[in-house]
């Protein structure tokens, strides 16, 4: 049974996070009470949120995940910030030392948010900043996807590997088999090479005319 974390009221039910590692996206989907596709675009757009992700490139948000989840859900459902505008005020809590969990804390205590972001809801400047970050945040993706291949070319040659290891193996104690089967035969042969040979020794002996024995007389 997991251990449940307790959340206050974030503009509706309170929230029990079961106190565990990692929640798949349906289970992150469930607790913040938005579909799967939402988490999955405030994932593009909210560069802060980087679940972990399996070989199969399956998502696992982790505590502090779930926790943003939360506050993101809180600025554009309850304050109706714009993406831009909850990106830029995550980036600004963020500067002003605040964690999630601190930002968490005074959202469900009721406390406006300490720091304050003029116009909020604008555009976010300078966009040439913003596409360069973004341009680097895809790089980023394109490697870690690259070395998941690697890692899934690398485990397909290791399993090959392994095969041929055991083959190779069985074709050793095989021959080994083969080759004392070969001698025992060997041995079999000469012993009834022998055998033969001694019985037409005796058959020679038995059949053979017994000389008569001349007494030579003295005269």
């Given at each position: 049974?997991?251990?449940?974390?307790?959340?206050?009221?974030?503009?509706?039910?309170?929230?029990?996070?079961?106190?565990?590692?990692?929640?798949?996206?349906?289970?992150?989907?469930?607790?913040?009470?938005?579909?799967?596709?939402?988490?999955?675009?405030?994932?593009?757009?909210?560069?802060?949120?980087?679940?972990?992700?399996?070989?199969?490139?399956?998502?696992?948000?982790?505590?502090?995940?779930?926790?943003?989840?939360?506050?993101?859900?809180?600025?554009?459902?309850?304050?109706?910030?714009?993406?831009?505008?909850?990106?830029?005020?995550?980036?600004?809590?963020?500067?002003?030392?605040?964690?999630?969990?601190?930002v968490l804390a005074a959202i469900q205590?009721?406390?406006?948010?300490?720091?304050?972001?003029?116009?909020?809801?604008?555009?976010?400047?300078?966009?040439?900043?913003?596409?360069?970050?973004?341009?680097?945040?895809?790089?980023?993706?394109?490697?870690?996807?690259?070395?998941?291949?690697?890692?899934?070319?690398?485990?397909?040659?290791?399993?090959?590997?392994?095969?041929?290891?055991?083959?190779?193996?069985?074709?050793?104690?095989?021959?080994?088999?083969?080759?004392?089967?070969?001698?025992?035969?060997?041995?079999?042969?000469?012993?009834?090479?022998?055998?033969?040979?001694?019985?037409?020794?005796?058959?020679?002996?038995?059949?053979?005319?017994?000389?008569?024995?001349?007494?030579?007389?003295?005269?």
């Amino acid at each position: 049974m997991w251990k449940l974390r307790t959340l206050a009221r974030i503009g509706f039910v309170g929230v029990e996070i079961p106190d565990k590692t990692y929640f798949k996206i349906g289970e992150a989907a469930k607790l913040v009470e938005v579909e799967p596709y939402t988490i999955r675009y405030w994932e593009k757009e909210f560069k802060a949120l980087r679940p972990a992700k399996t070989k199969s490139r399956q998502r696992l948000f982790r505590q502090k995940d779930v926790q943003l989840l939360f506050v993101i859900r809180h600025l554009l459902y309850e304050q109706r910030f714009t993406i831009d505008g909850a990106r830029r005020k995550l980036r600004d809590l963020a500067a002003a030392g605040l964690s999630t969990e601190d930002v968490l804390a005074a959202i469900q205590a009721g406390r406006p948010l300490d720091v304050e972001v003029a116009d909020a809801n604008a555009p976010e400047e300078p966009a040439a900043v913003r596409a360069l970050l973004d341009t680097r945040s895809d790089e980023l993706d394109e490697v870690r996807a690259q070395l998941d291949a690697a890692r899934a070319r690398l485990e397909v040659v290791e399993a090959q590997l392994t095969k041929e290891r055991a083959a190779a193996q069985a074709y050793r104690a095989d021959r080994e088999r083969l080759q004392a089967s070969l001698a025992a035969v060997d041995g079999e042969r000469a012993a009834a090479r022998a055998a033969d040979a001694a019985r037409w020794r005796a058959l020679v002996q038995a059949v053979a005319p017994r000389q008569p024995v001349r007494r030579v007389h003295e005269e």
